[in-house]
Structures are given as structure tokens and as C-alpha cells.
């Protein structure tokens, strides 16, 4: 059984700043892509950012050159480094790995169960 476990949210004021991180724990054989969405009240969830493995992050115009995603293959983990926080950041915000389980070798999306980030003005 695979379970992602996030941390690292809270109450910042604008242009602060805040590091999540997201680990993966269960029998796993590799892990694809890693990636951060967020949701916000009253919307709908978006990706925030993205690695693949040994590929280019991808961000959203949103947050470019303010947050940087980053992994760590041995801790089987995915961090977001949020600088220049803003209120409009506020929201829920996921882990996604894109997982190979041991058994069966297939595969498979598994989410965080998500952490609130609240940037005060």
C-alpha cells in the first residue's frame, strides 16, 4: 500500500515564505512524475508545478520564478519552495506522484491528503 504524506503549511504574510514537502512511503518500484496542485475556495484545482524524472520542472505562470519544485529520488520525495508568497496563494494545496508499486507493476496516481497554505495581506 502506497501513501503520500504531506507537509509544511501555514499562515505566512505576504512575502514570506513556506517549504512543502511531500514523501512517499509503501512498496514502490519507481516513481514517475511528481507534482503540486492547489485549490482554492470556490475554485477549481490547479497544477502548480511539476518534475519528471531527469526532465525540465514546469510552472505555472502564476507562480514562475517565485516557487521551485524540487525531488529527492532516495527520500522518494517531491519539496515546493514558495518565496514572495502571495494572498492570492492561499488555497489547499496536493502532492500527485505518478507511482510504479512493487505489485502490481502498474502505473498508478496517488494524492496527499493536501495542506493549507494561508498568506495573509
Known amino acids: 500500500q502506497v501513501q503520500l504524506m504531506e507537509s509544511g503549511g501555514g499562515l505566512v504574510q505576504a512575502g514570506g515564505s513556506l517549504r512543502l514537502s511531500c514523501a512517499a512511503s509503501?512498496?514502490?518500484?519507481?516513481?514517475?512524475?511528481l507534482e503540486w496542485h492547489r485549490q482554492a475556495p470556490g475554485k477549481q484545482r490547479e497544477l502548480v508545478a511539476k518534475?519528471?524524472?531527469?526532465?525540465?520542472?514546469y510552472y505555472a505562470d502564476s507562480v514562475k520564478g517565485r516557487f521551485t519544485i524540487s525531488r529527492d529520488n532516495a527520500k522518494n520525495s517531491v519539496y515546493l519552495q514558495m518565496n514572495s508568497l502571495k494572498p492570492e496563494d492561499t488555497a489547499v494545496y496536493y502532492c500527485?506522484?505518478?507511482?510504479?508499486?512493487?505489485?502490481?507493476?502498474?502505473?498508478?496516481?496517488?494524492w496527499g491528503q493536501g495542506t493549507q497554505v494561508t498568506v495573509s495581506s
Open positions: 500527485k506522484m505518478l507511482i510504479v508499486p512493487t505489485a502490481p507493476r502498474a502505473l498508478t496516481m496517488y
Open positions: 509503501g512498496s514502490i518500484f519507481s516513481i514517475n512524475v
Open positions: 518534475i519528471p524524472n531527469g526532465g525540465t520542472p
